[in-house]
């Protein structure tokens, strides 16, 4: 099988990535704390932030597997896909239900544009930090399973 190398996610990377979304996640939840919107509207956006959030880190795993399966898949064609066009299908639906529960929310809010802008923005910021932390976390785990097997043929051939 050939094997790509890819080179490690920096440090600078993987503090930026998590940095990032810890303060889109500080920042919006600081935004909605501090408006004065019934508790019902508080909770609205705060779930929809979490379900837009979720779905940013499964449609990441998902659209990384399915590149992966279909590189594999033409060496090896009976290789068993990591994911079903069902959950595929709700990654996606999961992911369009969010951004529009949100912007349909935020659209026919009475709220004044700069606001609308902030969310808009912040929503932005943590979709794209979720996304940057999956990888960088799922580059990690990979970088130790590769890091372990390099070491014990070092130390084997020693």
Known sequence: ????????NTTAFTLASYFALAAGLFLFCLGVYNDNWELNVKGYYILCMVLITISCIVMQKVVRDNTEDREIRLENPKHRMRNTAAFTGMAIAGLV??????FIGLYNAP???NVKGYYIAVILLISY????VQKV???????KDILAELESKRDYQG
């Open 129 to 132: 930090s979720a996304i940057g």
């Open 1 to 8: 099988m050939n094997q790509t190398y890819r080179k490690r």
């Open 97 to 102: 239900i969010g951004y529009g529960m949100f």
């Open 111 to 113: 709220f004044q544009l």
């Open 137 to 143: 976390t799922r580059d990690n785990a990979e970088d």
